[in-house]
């Protein structure tokens, strides 16, 4: 069984910057495409940003410019990093990792922007 942990969230003003971690246990995650996804008061979970096994990566258009995706398969930890935040990013932040027909999550970890 695969588990996540996301952190790094917290309240930051708009215009500022934050990095999210995920951490993955197990041996599988260099194996796995990772994505950030996130989910807003009284909002549907939407996709955020997606890292491929092989290090392609995707960005939702409203994020694409301000985010930026990573990874570190020798710690089994993806990264987003959040730069020019809106208060319309406010939201839980969750990672995904997918391997085959698989899906984990993590419990998310919440970013709120103040204007």
């Known amino acids: 069984q695969v588990q996540l942990e996301e952190s790094g969230g917290g309240l930051v003003q708009a215009g500022g910057s934050l990095r999210l971690s995920c951490v993955a246990s197990g041996s599988i995650f260099s194996f796995s495409d990772m994505g950030w996804y996130r989910q807003a008061p009284g909002k549907q979970r939407e996709w955020v940003a997606t890292i491929t096994s092989a290090g392609s990566t995707k960005f939702a258009d409203s994020v694409k410019g301000r985010f930026t995706i990573s990874r570190d398969n020798a710690k089994n930890t993806v990264y987003l990093q959040m730069n020019s935040l809106k208060p319309e990013d406010t939201a839980v932040y969750y990672c995904?990792?997918?391997?085959?027909?698989?899906?984990?999550w993590g419990k998310g970890t919440l970013v709120t922007v103040s204007s």
């Open positions: 995904k990792l997918s391997l085959n027909v698989a899906n984990y």
